[in-house]
């Protein structure tokens, strides 16, 4: 992995409902209207106008992204992807990259110089965090290689142990940046 590359990624621990970011990326259901995990939270710290906004926007499929206003949350937006139901078939590992490449060009396309990822598809949708945190890595690499108005990418992690799978998949170089908690 490229330096130059590593060097504009980080790895925290914690609620990315508070970070100060252009966009979080929430890891949302087909209709965009809410749900349970980092779902759950983003829309209850955002307040009712995200649900509203959401009502609008006719849903998201699998592997695609939208994007909304953040209302209450640090971050001015939100990009909303969905992440598959995790089977073990080969079509679950394209659609999950699809996931951070089509964020990613949704925040190239709107001037987002910084954005924050959970976990997608890892939590009640089943995908193993191991495999997950390698597509997202490496997803997010290939696009920021080819693109340098991409400022800082995070991976926000809730769990101690989600967290320390993608710190130790980063270079060593890259673990003295990623000891801090949000």
Known sequence: MDKNILDRIEVLQG?????????IVNAANRSLLGGGGVDGAIHRAAGPDLLTECRTIGGCPTGE????????????????????????KQSDSPLL??????????????????????AISCGVYGYPIKAACKIAVD????????NRSIKRV???????????????????????????KV
């Open 139 to 146: 997803s997010t690499c290939n696009i920021l290689k080819d």
């Open 154 to 180: 995070i991976f926000v992690l809730f769990s101690t142990e989600d967290y320390n799978i993608y710190r130790d998949y980063l270079p060593t170089s890259q673990k003295k940046r990623t000891d801090k």
């Open 15 to 23: 609620d990315i409902t508070r970070l100060d970011v252009d966009a």
């Open 65 to 88: 992204a939208r994007i909304t206003r953040g209302y209450n949350l640090i971050a001015r937006h939100v990009i909303h992807t969905v992440g598959p139901v995790y089977s073990g």
């Open 97 to 118: 990259s699809q996931c951070y490449t089509n964020s990613l060009q949704l925040a190239i396309d709107q001037d987002i110089s910084t954005i924050a990822f959970p």
